[in-house]
């Protein structure tokens, strides 16, 4: 079956350390986009791509980077430069390069500091 | 800029009972609105769009969601709720103009007593 696979499920990061966060997908769709997640919040963009070798930061990409070299998948590294990164990461796709068809989601990965 | 509001943070309804949540959004044109469904640890998963056309929408799980432009409102409504309903439910707005971004609310956490 079609969907979105993110690894690890849970991670775990020291202080100053970075650390990459896995999204993959066989839907064959053109955008894909990063979500944090934070208790009693909604869903805040972090960065998205519409297209291979493309990406644009969303509200909050200070202290995060991604890359999209292939159509299949869309890295985040949260960087030490992000002060409070405990929460929980979702990588969604849409097709057509665009949200306004809905999103799939992955089942997320949480991150926390020790 | 868009904005979503869910003026309900936490909702409890009986087994059997009717269910409406409360959506409103902010954009100055034709809006496209979708309701999203997270059980705890897990990833959101959509089940109900609105672009255009019929206000009243289908989705999944037997939920429907009625698009009221005068009223800038998006409620999601079952007629009989199930104990396996009790979750987290988003509602989220995107535009054609906004680069394939969905901006979504804080969520209405649904508790179902027996």
């Known amino acids: 079956d079609g969907g979105i696979t993110q690894s690890p499920k849970y991670l775990f990061r020291k202080e100053g350390q970075n650390v990459t966060l896995s999204c993959e997908q066989n839907?064959?769709?053109?955008?894909m986009y990063w979500y944090r997640q934070d208790p009693g919040q909604g869903l805040r963009l972090i960065y998205y791509s519409q297209i291979v070798n493309d990406f644009q930061k969303g509200d909050i990409a200070e202290g995060y980077s991604v890359s999209r070299e292939k159509k299949e998948s869309f890295p985040l590294t949260v960087t030490s430069a992000q002060k409070n990164p405990t929460a929980f990461y979702l990588c969604?796709?849409?097709?057509?390069?665009?949200?306004?068809?809905?999103?799939?989601f992955g089942s997320g990965t949480r991150l926390t500091v020790v | 800029a868009q904005s979503v509001t869910q003026p309900d943070i936490h909702i409890t309804v009986s087994e059997g009972a009717s269910l409406e949540l409360r959506c409103n959004y902010s954009?100055?044109?034709?809006?496209?609105l979708f309701w999203y469904v997270q059980s705890p640890g897990q990833g959101l998963q959509l089940l109900l769009k609105y672009f255009s056309g019929d206000t009243l929408v289908q989705g999944i799980k037997g939920f429907e969601a009625e698009f009221k432009r005068s009223q800038s409102s998006f409620n999601l409504r079952k007629p009989s709720v199930h104990w396996s309903d009790a979750a987290e439910y988003f509602c989220?707005?995107?535009?054609?103009?906004?680069?394939?971004?969905?901006?979504f609310g804080d969520g209405t956490t649904l508790t179902v007593k027996p």
């Open positions: 839907l064959n769709h053109d955008a």
């Open positions: 954009y100055g044109a034709t809006p496209y």
């Open positions: 989220a707005v995107g535009a054609n103009t906004n680069a394939g971004k969905s901006t």
């Open positions: 969604a796709s849409s097709s057509g390069g665009t949200a306004n068809y809905g999103y799939t």
